[in-house]
């Protein structure tokens, strides 16, 4: 047991050691991540001719947007399943183990982090592309955060406990896109809008809302160690969480007069 143990851990300092310091890591996961977005991009195409009879029907702008909610979706199960994963389920940010907390990476926290930055950029692309009828300039500010943030602690390694919480509150996209999915398709009053509006307003307030402040307080209780941090790192951890942290507040109202709108029409 105690040798394979050993053995577990030469390989961990390896990969951390080789793998990771290959410059072609992050530029590759970067590329796999823009090419699966076309993927799913193509795949939600596909599949929703297949079985959703009135997506041929749709206008030309409306189809382009529904594969792009495809794409967002799945990039969104993707990063929320790793970050959750990484936070919760290993050591990789324990306090247990020694050491700050800021500077703790490996080779599939990096990578995952290229693969999301492969679609904040083709996502951020098609909002350029086709301005704005795939979001207004709260998107844009919204994904070159992001984009700006995840690049940076991709590269440098620093950070990265924090930028996963924050990609933790990608929970909430599947639910917003399927929202917009169900109004298309004539859907508003199906039983399926109505719960779906239900757990989209209790995700985003436990993801966009009570995790944030929790991230707060982690900064707080480790600024001794974000200290460490270069200085546009420093800026980052503070910059960001509070940019998205004042949107996200600000769209919640929106999601909450909503849901008290749906509810006082339903029968």
Known sequence: MAAAMAYK???QALMRDYLLADPLVPYTSV?????????????TRILSSFYFKGYT?????????WNNRGMSSAHAIFITAVSLYLVAATDLFSDRVKGPITFRNSIISTS??????????????MIFWLYPSLGGMEYVLHHTL???????????????FYTYMVLISETTTPEINLRWFLDTAGLKKSSAY????????????????FLFIYVFYHIYLHYSQIMQMHAFGYYLTFLVPSVLFVMNTM?????????????????
């Open 112 to 125: 995952a982090l290229g693969v999301s930055v492969g679609y904040f950029i083709t996502d951020l692309a």
């Open 194 to 209: 109505l719960v779906n509006g239900i757990l989209m307003f209790v995700a985003w307030l436990v993801a966009r809302i």
């Open 31 to 43: 590329l796999i991540g823009i090419v699966l977005c076309k993927m799913a991009y193509d795949f």
């Open 146 to 160: 992001s984009l700006v943030a995840i690049a940076y602690t991709m590269l440098s390694g620093e950070g990265q």
């Open 251 to 267: 769209w919640f109202m929106k999601i909450l007069k909503g849901v008290k709108k749906t509810l006082a029409k339903w029968p």
């Open 9 to 11: 851990y030469q390989a």
């Open 57 to 65: 029907s749709l206008t030309k702008i409306q189809r382009i947007e």
